[in-house]
Nanobody, 115 residues
Framework: QVRLVESGGGLVQPGGSLRLSCAASGSIFSGSAMAWYRQAPGSQRELVAR???????NYADSVKGRFTISRDNAKNTVYLQMNVLGPEDTAVYYC?????????WGQGTQVTVSS
């Protein structure tokens, strides 16, 4: 019933930018907190950024000042603008949705930062 579809990943050079999108369906998007996680090879999945129902945001220290999370409730979409990317940002990025009843994950999108 709930489907989260990420897009926008790919290969980018160090210092470059990408914008990830996550389109949600089958849920009440406006009633859900949203987040982006990432998982590098051999590492645990970590929280990158989250945005609450009222628009409050939180960021991992490693991305603060470089990444921006936003949401468009009219489009049922959450975004992650990623600037000044470095090799340490290489990972699979996952969209995450949680409300008072359940939590859901997207399929992930690969981001590779390499020269």
């Amino acid at each position: 019933q709930v489907r989260l579809v990420e897009s926008g990943g790919g290969l980018v050079q160090p210092g470059g930018s990408l914008r990830l999108s996550c389109a949600a369906s089958g849920s009440i998007f406006s009633g859900s907190a949203m987040a982006w996680y990432r998982q590098a090879p051999g590492s645990q999945r970590e929280l990158v950024a989250r945005i609450g129902l009222g628009g409050s945001t939180n960021y991992a220290d490693s991305v603060k000042g470089r990444f921006t999370i936003s949401r468009d409730n009219a489009k049922n979409t959450v975004y992650l603008q990623m600037n000044v990317l470095g090799p340490e940002d290489t990972a699979v990025y996952y969209c995450y949705q949680v409300d008072s009843r359940a939590a859901y994950w997207g399929q992930g999108t690969q981001v590779t930062v390499s020269s």
